[in-house]
């Protein structure tokens, strides 16, 4: 193949990529994002309200409470137990960090996903605690 069919061969790639990934992409980070509030939580004035954590159906509508936690660093340093005994069970466990839902998105394209609250532990203590995909874009659990 020449130079030229090289071209035209990469400019068709990156045409279909605009189409598809492109929108998806897009897509898929606005609906996370609606998941939360997007309002800056503030911590000074932020209380986590356990029996709404633990009432909410299927971990739907969790997202206010767990951009609080991540935020505000509230549970950091507590045990495994006293996080088991606020959050309730996790969802999942790996690596030593937990996974709590926060809620579920649904998008375009199929996309269905569950934001996660997650809860890192270092020697049976919180040491981070950060949103999975987070809304904002900023680093989460390393």
């Not at 996660?116 to 900023?138: C, I, Q, Y």
Request: charged letters at 30%; a negative charge; proline letters at 4%.
């Amino acid at each position: 193949m020449d130079r030229e069919g090289r071209l035209n061969l990469l400019i068709v790639v990156l045409t279909l990529f605009a189409i598809f990934a492109v929108p998806y992409v897009v897509v898929k980070t606005d609906v996370i994002a609606a998941v939360f509030s997007h309002n800056e939580v503030d911590c000074d004035g932020f209380e986590f309200d356990q029996e709404e954590w633990l009432d909410v159906a299927d971990e739907e509508g969790r997202g206010e409470q767990a951009e609080g936690l991540a935020k505000c660093d509230s549970i950091v340093g507590l045990s495994r137990d006293e996080v088991r005994a606020l959050l309730g069970d996790p969802r999942g466990i790996r690596g030593g960090r937990w996974r709590y839902f926060a809620g579920v998105v649904e998008g375009d394209f199929g996309y269905r996903g569950r934001p996660s609250l997650n809860v890192a532990f270092n020697h049976g203590r919180v040491t981070k605690v950060g949103l999975n995909p987070d809304p904002t874009d900023e680093p989460v659990l390393d």
